[in-house]
T-cell receptor
Framework: GAVVSQHPSRVICKSGTSVKIECRSL??????MFWYRQFPKQSLMLMAT?????????EQGVEKDKFLINHASLTLSTLTVTSAHPEDSSFYIC????????????FGPGTRLTVL | QKEVEQNSGPLSVPEGAIASLNCTYS??????FFWYRQYSGKSPELIMS????GDKEDGRFTAQLNKASQYVSLLIRDSQPSDSATYLC???????????FGRGTQLTVWP
């Protein structure tokens, strides 16, 4: 399968700071990238869908001003958690898919965010 | 809203046995179906995709799709302790490309 990387893999920050997470597709062009959040013992929750060069589409209940998503190129999307608070502590995972009908999504390794 | 239901588990099988994981979905127009494996603390890994009715085999894994019954399953033959993980069934919205996940079935293979 295709390779998707995420950076950083783990981050600890103080409440009120902003954290940027990068998601890269290493061996294919990702026309669409997805951002998920997963709390312990729960399933994946889709936060937003981003297409290269256009604004992200956020799921209901996800604050677009708090979770800023940029998909500036076909290989890079970023998620910035602004003014992070302890309740934002979670496992953030991106996935990427390429143009075509198969719509397979390949996941990055995830970023574990802890907000103190 | 698309719904994807999985047998809740947890499922526990001995090493060498066949593990059977089941999934049903609510939207008849769904076109693409996936099984992901997620180890504890890790992100999901795509292990099978299936798009047409019938069986698809890949090594020890067989996915089965029945669109009339809106049912997709995953069989793991000769189960190994390393197969112990949570298995996520996902159905794709072919228009937007987003995935709808089931809650997952936790599988434990004991030696």
């Amino acid at each position: 399968g295709a390779v998707v990387s995420q950076h950083p893999s783990r981050v600890i920050c103080k409440s009120g700071t902003s954290v940027k997470i990068e998601c890269r597709s290493l061996d294919f062009q990702a026309t669409t990238m997805f951002w998920y959040r997963q709390f312990p013992k729960q399933s994946l929750m889709l936060m937003a869908t981003s297409n290269e060069g256009s604004k992200a589409t956020y799921e209901q209940g996800v604050e677009k001003d708090k979770f800023l998503i940029n998909h500036a190129s076909l290989t890079l999307s970023t998620l910035t958690v602004t003014s992070a608070h302890p309740e934002d502590s979670s496992f953030y995972i991106c996935s990427a898919s390429s143009r075509g009908s198969l719509r397979e999504q390949f996941f990055g390794p995830g970023t574990r965010l802890t907000v103190l | 809203q698309k719904e994807v239901e999985q047998n809740s588990g947890p499922l526990s099988v001995p090493e060498g046995a066949i593990a059977s994981l089941n999934c049903t979905y609510s939207d008849r127009v769904s076109q693409s179906f996936f099984w992901y494996r997620q180890y504890s603390g890790k992100s999901p890994e795509l292990i099978m995709s299936i798009y047409s009715n019938g069986d698809k085999e890949d090594g020890r894994f067989t996915a089965q799709l029945n669109k009339a019954s809106q049912y997709v399953s995953l069989l793991i033959r000769d189960s190994q302790p390393s197969d112990s993980a949570t298995y996520l069934c996902a159905v794709s919205d072919s228009t937007l490309g987003r995935l709808y996940f089931g809650r997952g079935t936790q599988l434990t293979v004991w030696p």
